[in-house]
Structure formats: C-alpha cells, structure tokens
T-cell receptor, first 111, second 112 residues
Framework: RKEVEQDPGPFNVPEGATVAFNCTYS??????FFWYRQDCRKEPKLLMS???SGNEDGRFTAQLNRASQYISLLIRDSKLSDSATYLC????????????FGAGTQVVVTP | ETGVTQSPTHLIKTRGQQVTLRCSSQ?????VSWYQQALGQGPQFIFQ???????GRGNFPPRFSGLQFPNYSSELNVNALELDDSALYLC???????????FGPGTRLTVT
C-alpha cells in the first residue's frame, strides 16, 4: 500500500464550478500536511498547509480528518488557471525533513 | 519565484556515466532536500542536508550522494547511471524546524 494515495483524475471541471478531492495517508503519526500545485513539466509550488481545524485561502479550502486519515482540497469558482496537478504531501513524525508525496490529482478546468 | 535555482536545466547522459547536479537555496534557508520525480509520479525523497551534513535519506542506493557547502548550496551526484535514473531532479530549500519546502525548477535528466 502506498503511503500517500490520491485519485489521479482527471477531474474535468467547468469554469466557475466547484471541485473537491481527497488524499489518504497510511501513517497515523504523520505530523504535517500540505497541498502543492504542479503545472506540466514545472516544479511543485506550495499551495497551502493543512491544519487540524481546517483552513481557507481565497477560493481554496483544505480539511484534515485525522481519525479517517485523509485530507481534502476544495476549489470554488474554478478558473482556467487552476488547471494543474495537485499533490498531497505528508510529513512523517520520525523524519521531519522528508516530504512524502502522492502521485497527484489532475484537474482540468474547461471554458 | 522561490529563489531556489538549479543547474543545468536539461542533461543527457549515457548509461554508466556519472552526473553532478547543482542547487542554490533560497536566501536564509540552510536546509536543502533533493527529490526524484519520474514521469507520472510524485517526487520521491532522496536525502536532505543541514549544516553540511546528511540529515535523513530515502530509499536510494549509495550511488546517489550529495554535498552541501558553507554557503548552503548543494550538489547531487549520481554514479553508474541507469536508464531508470531518467527523471526530473528537484531541489528544495527550507528553514530548519519548518516543514514548508520551496522547490527549484528542477533538472531534467535523460539516460540513454
């Protein structure tokens, strides 16, 4: 079983619509959680950290469910520029410097 | 832009050769991590350097080695290249004790 699992998609989303997707992780002792965004053939860019209480950054909302070991990302009012691969990232407690990435969820926003 | 730079941008090598990739961290960041990203996969942690010492290593063989210099820049060396080493190699810098890491643009290595 992979340590971090994501639905690869693609999620095809009409412009202006809402899209949400989850990521599950296997290590219950994981310490920190992030969403990164990666455009085709570019480097990952930090989108947002995910806190236990949930957090929002503009049109993006992230939630953490420790009991069920998943995190979610919701994008409201999708823009064409939101088309990208969204990488779920977890930091194990025993190795704080190591980021564990999922394989990514592809989102395609269409006009 | 994160301020993390990597060189070269692209590289083509032959199986069995050796390669050195370079990374300059963001100003003030003294921790550098290296990742390998194969096509269609998420980045995989290779190792991390802090204060010129290796500070954690992923599941990569010893032919993957690294260095960090006093100015916090870093090198990744790969010996005896294999076809499966073809990937995007990413460098990320961070502050110690902070989990947020900021990535450079990567070096795309092709092994033929």
């Amino acid at each position: 079983r992979k340590e971090v699992e994501q639905d690869p998609g693609p999620f095809n989303v009409p412009e202006g619509a809402t899209v949400a997707f989850n990521c599950t992780y296997s290590n219950s002792a994981s310490q920190s959680f992030f969403w990164y965004r990666q455009d085709c053939r570019k480097e990952p860019k930090l989108l947002m950290s995910v806190y236990s209480s949930g957090n929002e950054d503009g049109r993006f909302t992230a939630q953490l469910n420790r009991a069920s070991q998943y995190i979610s990302l919701l994008i409201r009012d999708s823009k064409l520029s939101d088309s990208a691969t969204y990488l779920c990232v977890v930091t194990p407690t025993d190795s704080w410097g190591k980021l564990q990435f999922g394989a990514g969820t592809q989102v395609v926003v269409t006009p | 832009e994160t301020g993390v730079t990597q060189s070269p941008t692209h590289l083509i090598k032959t199986r069995g050769q050796q390669v050195t990739l370079r990374c300059s961290s963001q100003s003030g960041h003294n921790t550098v991590s290296w990742y390998q990203q194969a096509l269609g996969q998420g980045p995989q942690f290779i190792f991390q350097y802090y204060r010129e010492e290796e500070n954690g290593r992923g599941n990569f063989p010893p032919r993957f080695s690294g260095l960090q210099f006093p100015n916090y820049s870093s090198e990744l060396n790969v010996n005896a290249l294999e076809l499966d080493d073809s990937a995007l190699y990413l460098c990320a810098s961070s502050l110690p004790g902070f989990h947020e890491q900021y990535f450079g643009p990567g070096t795309r290595l092709t092994v033929t």
